[in-house]
């Protein structure tokens, strides 16, 4: 069976040979279902979107982990999303991590990726034992904080529909700031820079600036699973 995923924006399908449907849950955020299929290994799929493959699924996670690379110390790193675990554990083949902070909304996403994506999960005990997972809403969790400051903050979230627009709000960007030592930086997804030019990547970035964000980029990347195959993540540095 042909699964597609339709773009209303471009008005164009992308779909995926898949054999059969393993797991479906409609949670409080969202419905997951998880294919598998023969080229990709399992597939998720949020709300009808594609988010990741067991296999060719690199290129996001590589592109992040580049632009997270430091040779310095150990790094206090916090991630908001990502309950899938793959950039967590792309995190820890690549950089000294001191302690990773997962904030995740839906512990749903977690226990399906669990079962359906393992070797995410496939890690050391000593990294293992750097993790801290806490299911929680990462907006209000970051309103909340005032115990931990980090190296870098990763937003791993969807783009800005009804459950992940506030992740893109200047009150959000102020709270990130806030969380970040010194010269920290932050990397969050920024969407198609084919599609989402105006409607995601210029209105963050001047939300950024306005906070007091410097050395704004806009990193783009192939992604073939995405709406038109090009992705982009935004990174930013707060300011001394």
Known sequence: MLIKE???????AFGIECKKLLY?????????????????????????CFMLTEHGNDQYHDK?????YKKSKELDILIIGG???????????????????????????IDASMKFFPDFFNMKKEEKEK???????????????KEFKFDII???????????KKLYSTRFYKNIN?????????VQQSGSMILDQKKIIEPTISK??????????????HMPIYPLGLWSFIKCIKQS
């Not at 598998?36 to 009808?48: K, Q, T, V």
């Not at 806030?178 to 932050?186: I, P």
């Not at 950024?208 to 990347?221: A, E, W």
């Open 131 to 145: 993790i801290v997972i806490t299911i929680d809403d990462g907006y209000k969790w970051l309103i909340k904080n």
């Open 154 to 164: 990763i937003v791993d979230c969807t783009d800005p529909n009804i459950l992940a």
């Open 178 to 186: 806030k969380s970040l030592k010194e010269s920290g930086f932050m």
């Open 83 to 109: 309950g899938d675990f793959g950039l967590v554990k792309n995190l820890f083949n690549s950089i000294q991590i001191k302690k990773l902070h997962l904030i995740e909304i839906d512990g749903k996403v």
């Open 208 to 221: 950024l600036k306005k906070v007091g964000f410097s050395n704004i980029t806009i990193n783009p990347f």
């Open 24 to 48: 479906k849950k409609k949670t409080n955020y969202q419905e997951i279902k998880i294919y598998s299929s023969e080229l990709y290994g399992n597939i998720m799929m949020l709300d009808g």
């Open 6 to 12: 339709y773009n209303n924006q471009s008005k164009t």
């Open 64 to 68: 992040c982990v580049e632009l997270c």
